[in-house]
């Protein structure tokens, strides 16, 4: 959550391992934390446990960095729980549209498995397209079509447009949480470059070069976790 809409409060999100294993018969993924509060869950699967327990969270600086002002281009690339801090991002600039500020051209994508239920938060970013403070939600649902595996990167390849009007500005800012895994950070690189490459009328060294000042200049970052 943004510390501008929530000053007192930290909304967590987390992702409760669900998906059963056909080998294994049992619930597979998720880590200490998660599967400890899988334990937790009501045997009849209600959302709400039937008591309280307290649970202790440590705080870090993210790497993510807020645009410095509002008005900044902002490519917001989510995958799976790295949709939380981008979160953060849309409802800082909800907060700009409420103090009667302009912002600048706002494109989320947002990588996940089914669009039915885990594309999460999706009301909220209807209601910040609304008011102006998100421009565009783009979905890439790995497993909504059996037939092809959907990624972020195909939906950039698809069209190039969004990330063009958004990382190809003047002083726009580009940031990218998700997995480490499978080279996912490169992949997300790789189709950011060519979809400016195609849209600019540039080199590839020409883009790689234009990126990696912003990388430089903290406009291009990422946090990616494994």
């Not at 669900?18 to 400890?36: D, H, P, Y």
């Amino acid at each position: 959550s943004s510390h501008r809409i929530h000053p007192t409060l930290v909304q967590l999100m987390v992702i409760i391992p669900q998906e059963v294993s056909r080998a294994r018969g049992a619930i597979t993924g998720g880590g200490l934390c998660t599967q400890w509060m899988t334990s937790l869950m009501p045997a009849n699967g209600e959302a709400e446990l039937e008591r309280p327990y307290p649970v202790g969270v440590f705080m870090h600086h993210g790497t993510l960095l807020e645009p410095e002002k509002p008005g900044s281009p902002l490519l917001l690339l989510g995958l799976g729980s790295g949709i939380a801090p981008m979160r953060a991002q849309i409802q800082s600039r909800v907060w700009w549209r409420q103090q009667g500020e302009e912002v600048g051209t706002t494109v989320l994508y947002y990588g996940c498995r089914y669009k039915d239920h885990d594309f999460l938060f999706k009301n909220e970013f209807k209601e910040a397209i609304k008011m102006g403070a998100l421009t565009a939600v783009i979905g890439a649902f790995s497993h909504q079509d059996p037939s092809r595996f959907e990624t972020i990167p195909d939906k950039i390849e698809e069209n190039p447009d969004p990330v063009v009007r958004t990382a190809g500005r003047k002083d726009a800012y580009v940031l990218y949480c998700g997995p480490a895994a499978f080279n996912i950070p490169a992949l997300m690189d790789g189709a950011v470059e060519r979809a400016l490459v195609r849209g600019l009328n540039k080199t590839p060294a020409e883009v790689k070069t234009w990126m990696n000042k912003m990388k430089t200049d903290k406009h291009y970052t990422k946090e990616a976790f494994s």
